[in-house]
């Protein structure tokens, strides 16, 4: 079997399927194991099978001491990490799950599972702008992975609620925060211009605000394609 963590490794698009553990290179073993490598091999199978059953307290006893064995190649490691990171995210302890796609995407840094569910526990503990980063990188892997297209919609309209609920009423407030503000409060100021802009009786506005030259300093000066733009 193949892991998807190796075809990400090898540039390989692939979809996205967070109810469902990721395979790893080897599916079957005994209990009986006698080395170290078939030892790991058997913790990260039957991890994977507890988390299939949904005990997931046991999948992660499994999976924690598959993970700390020496003999588990980088490839395995990365897996059993994302299936660690499926567990945790469905006990709702999303900062643990953050953290174990991170150890994943250290491995695999073009990992579409791993990011996927990290921008699901981001999106669950309110850090909307770092899960927009994330399934954005999961599109630009796999434009067509439509549970990350249906989650970065989903995001890109709460990033516009909470610029419209926020102190950004008026062009020069947002354009003050693009200057001044904080990453995620410069990602709120961008919201809330584009909602403006939407309104051509605002026009002026956005003029006498200098909201067109506050938005092109952002734009990186080596930028080629508009695809390039990780904003909302």
Do not use: W
Request: with cysteine; net charge neutral; glycine share 4%.
């Amino acid at each position: 079997v193949v892991s998807q963590a190796t075809m990400a490794s090898n540039g390989v698009a692939v979809a996205a399927s967070p109810n469902a553990p990721d395979a790893t290179t080897q599916e079957s073993c005994s209990p009986d194991a006698k080395t170290p490598a078939a030892t790991a091999a058997y913790l990260k199978v039957t991890g994977n099978e507890k988390l299939r059953a949904g005990s997931l307290d046991e999948a992660l006893q499994f999976y924690d001491q598959a993970v700390a064995c020496k003999d588990l190649n980088d490839e395995d490691r990365a897996a059993v990490q994302c299936n660690r990171a499926l567990a945790l995210l469905r006990l709702q302890r999303y900062d643990d799950c953050i953290a174990a796609c991170g150890a994943a995407l250290a491995l695999q840094p073009r990992y579409v599972k791993a990011l996927y569910r990290r921008a699901q526990a981001r999106e669950a503990n309110a850090q909307l702008s770092e899960a927009f980063r994330d399934v954005h990188d999961v599109l630009r892997i796999d434009a067509r992975n439509k549970e990350a297209q249906a989650l970065a919609a989903r995001l890109q309209r709460a990033i516009e609620r909470r610029a419209a609920s926020t102190d950004l009423s008026t062009p020069s407030l947002a354009v003050e925060a693009l200057g001044s503000g904080s990453e995620d409060e410069q990602i709120r100021a961008v919201a809330k211009l584009s909602r403006i802009a939407e309104d051509k009786s605002r026009a002026v506005e956005l003029m006498h605000a200098r909201a067109i030259g506050a938005l092109t300093r952002l734009v990186p000066a080596n930028l080629k394609s508009a695809t390039e733009l990780r904003m909302p």
